[in-house]
């Protein structure tokens, strides 16, 4: 287990090292970056001023290790637009978009889950077909087009929820909704996947043979085994989420960090976008690593080898 | 003499679906299944439908979808209070036809899903063909791109490089098709594995076949089942993700009549008239789940063991 | 009273091209401490006979009898949930892969203490020492220790060992062993045959010993019935048929095997031409007629059992010939 954990950690950091260069040479895809900085009406002695201002005539290595350096210590400079230090920004954002994270992951697998177990248990019969396609439709159904539908019909019509922003918990469940659709057809479809192998395991037909009621075969015995993907898979969801709140920020007017991204990216703000790329992709570095190590850790066949 | 079963819990197998290849069918069988999958049957009619709509929209459009009449803003769909035959589906914020503008829509997005899934299919394909192939060295550093690609944010990503690139139809093909190949890596290498292992390959290689040749003429043709079914997917992620781009406003610009955009210029206009966005978004919903539905059918036509 | 009795027993399974006749027509007692063997090769329908005991046929499969009693109680009209109160309690089943049939998620404790205690109302410190003896009982050594080992830390022979622990927890009358030691190596083998032919005679259960290997029945079965497509061809004392088999399918299983001492090197080993006819559809006649070098026009018809001994029966109408043969 030990060497397993320190292979897969090896692996996450390389890969850590490689998206953070990803992410900065994204900016300087445009172009000369002091001409945008700049703007059009600026001259060529102040374009000039400002590349030297900003580090940009130093060789690209130079400069991306200097950014490396300041990143290591949560220093991303300063944002272009609000003149105030990215990280401050980043700070005051991230709770919003973590939170939104968290209940949308909570509230798909809560959902996904036990939905994936019943179409299993229930295999070849209605139950299964109605929750497959719920699952085709599922994915068919842009979360931003269901965001819309969903404060349409729950805030507008209804009136039970509020449309827009991020005042007390009640904003958080449409957005978290629309977000965990993003995840749903994926994690139930391995659960189902899942238990449906288990089901037709040898363990489970010596467990039955003892008698065990059913509820106690499906939930202790074959979920136990059947989950351990779904584990690995959750904690990837969990980062494609945190990459999609940005639509589901933009639609209920969130302020999150993928709210500050997206206008960012208009404004041409771009410390703030590297900054929330790499964060982002950072996230999700640690998250699969998690996973491979809980995946690892869940089966003791692994975890005692 | 009575009968009996035993409890509901199904003990029969159903295989996870990790990607396998099917044995060589006859054609018959194919077709045969094809024509009584459900699925598939529904998806490939609703999609055939919008494409014959699609091309056809020159011919058959009402009226021009960009032609602005500020008097008549706003018109709702013929089945509501307002509404009139002359504009069947209503018409949008600037007086333009919506039922024009939604075939019009159909051609982007199917333009879009189609010329991303080449560009990508072909990236993605030659990564994880190789990968599959060489194996080692040429396999760990290849899963290593594909690793790291998963690692970012698409959709922050392709937000930003389209910025950078400049917000357009082709602008958003072009860094969409350079970001979505990753499925295609990680199923044509999972395949090809496969493939290089059977005796035929070795038979190949025995008689000194380049390379080349045979990963054109024997590793290929025997992939294309899990391409196919992986380019229908892919092609439904990519127009679901150029709606959101150009919802976000930076993907396609107006006044072209994509989807995605129509939503976000109705968006204002929700409350009042929900139609002016639940018309593209039914449109997006109707041509995602026929791709969908397209390419489960297939995969459960060519090989069943992958279903679910 | 019989402790079960079993009467023209039938498993159907629907198919596409018609009903697979898995097990047709059988029939058999069983006293309790006796021991049964039932034999026969792949597809004979000789597990699928003991799941329909149980009833954990798989879920399109069909089950008839006119009589299947247990301990005096009818078990075809039984609720599951009487069925499940019998399972690991009153009969318990050892299956065949010892690899695969413990949960590796669990350890060995936590299973074989669950099966005591879904059946009584034991405290979990008694149900660990009977966990503990039961594990000695079966001749693992270190048992409270591998109480908290997982299965896969033990090797084949030792889960094994583990699973008929599993099975005495709860000090059941009959044991179903289903080819119990196919999936291990042959000095594994005689161990385990060994364990449960003691184990037999020390807590005086009932068994169903259920092999394609006659070799391995022999030392442990008080009776035998021999099985061919799904029903019982020859049937009565082990002893006996062993020594005197009538039907030509039993005989040709017995041909198969060299004995030691007795088959000159070099003899050629006798094997049965041909395969299991199909089990799909409308079954008439002797199934073995095919393969059969005694087959005459008859055997296309009925073909009741005769009686050719005390407790000895065979499903045959050629075993004047055959005798007169031999």
Known sequence: ?305 | MTSATSTGIDVTADALPDVALAPPRQPSGILWRSLSHGGLVVGGILLLAIVALALAAPLIAPHDPYNQDLARRLIPPVWQVKGSWEHILGTDKLGRDYLSRLMYGARISLMIGTLTVLISGTIGTVIGVCAGYFGGRVDAVLSYVVTTRLALPVVLVALASAALVGSSLHGVIVVLGLLLWDRFAVVTRSATQQIARTDYVDAARAIGCSTLRILLSEILPNILNALIVVATLEMAHAILLEAALSFLGLGVQPPLPSWGLMISEGKQYMFFSPWVIGIPAAALVALVLAINLVGDGLRDVTAPENRG | MALLEIDNLAVDIPLSDGPLHAVNGVSFSLERGETLAIVGESGSGKSMTSLALMNLLPKQARRRADRLVFDGADLMEAPEARMRALRGNRMAMIFQEPMTSLNPSYTIGNQLIEALRCHRTTGLAAARGRAVQLLEKVGITAATRRLNQYPHQLSGGLRQRVMIAMALMCGPDLIIADEPTTALDVTIQAQILHLLADLKKEFGMAMILISHDLGVVARVADKVAVMYAGRVVESGAARPLFKHPRHPYTRGLLNCIPAPGRTAPGTPLGAIPGQLPTLIGPQHGCAFRDRCAFAAPECAGDVPFVTTGPEHHVRCVRVDALEAAA
């Open chain 1, 1 to 305: 287990m030990v060497s397993f954990t320190s292979q897969r950690l090896a692996v996450a950091l390389a890969v850590a090292l490689t998206v953070s260069i990803v992410a900065f040479l994204l900016l300087h895809l445009s172009g000369d970056l002091a001409t945008a900085i700049a703007g059009p009406e600026a001259t060529a002695t102040q374009i000039a001023e400002i590349r030297h201002q900003f580090g940009l005539d130093r060789p690209l290595a130079l400069q991306y290790l200097d950014w490396l350096w300041r990143a290591l210590h949560f220093d991303f400079g300063n944002s272009f637009y609000y003149r105030d230090s990215v990280t401050s920004l980043l700070a005051v954002r991230m709770p919003v978009t973590m939170t939104l994270g968290a209940v949308s992951l909570t509230l798909s697998l809560v959902i996904a889950v036990p939905l994936g177990v019943l179409a299993a248990v229930y295999s070849g019969t209605i139950i299964d077909r109605l929750a497959l396609g719920f699952c085709v439709l599922g994915q068919a159904v842009p979360a931003f087009c269901l965001g819309l539908g969903l404060i349409i019909v729950f805030a507008v019509q209804l009136r039970w929820l509020p449309v827009s922003g991020t005042a007390s918990w009640k904003n958080y469940l449409l957005p978290s909704f629309a977000l965990a659709w993003y995840a749903v057809p994926a994690v139930m479809r391995l659960s189902r996947n899942g238990m449906l192998e288990v089901l037709s395991s040898d363990y489970i037909r010596t467990a039955r043979a003892k008698g065990l009621r059913p509820s106690v075969v499906i939930l202790k015995h074959a979920l136990r085994n059947a989950i351990i993907p779904v584990v690995a898979l959750a904690a990837v969801q969990f980062g494609f989420m945190l990459g999609g709140s940005i639509v589901i920020e933009a639609v209920f007017n969130m302020q999150g960090l993928g709210y500050l991204a997206w206008e960012a990216i208009a404004r041409n703000d771009f410390p703030v976008v590297q900054a929330v790329v790499l964060i982002l992709a950072l996230i999700y570095v640690a998250l699969t690593f998690l996973a491979d190590v809980a995946n690892a850790f869940l089966d003791p066949r692994i975890r005692l080898a």
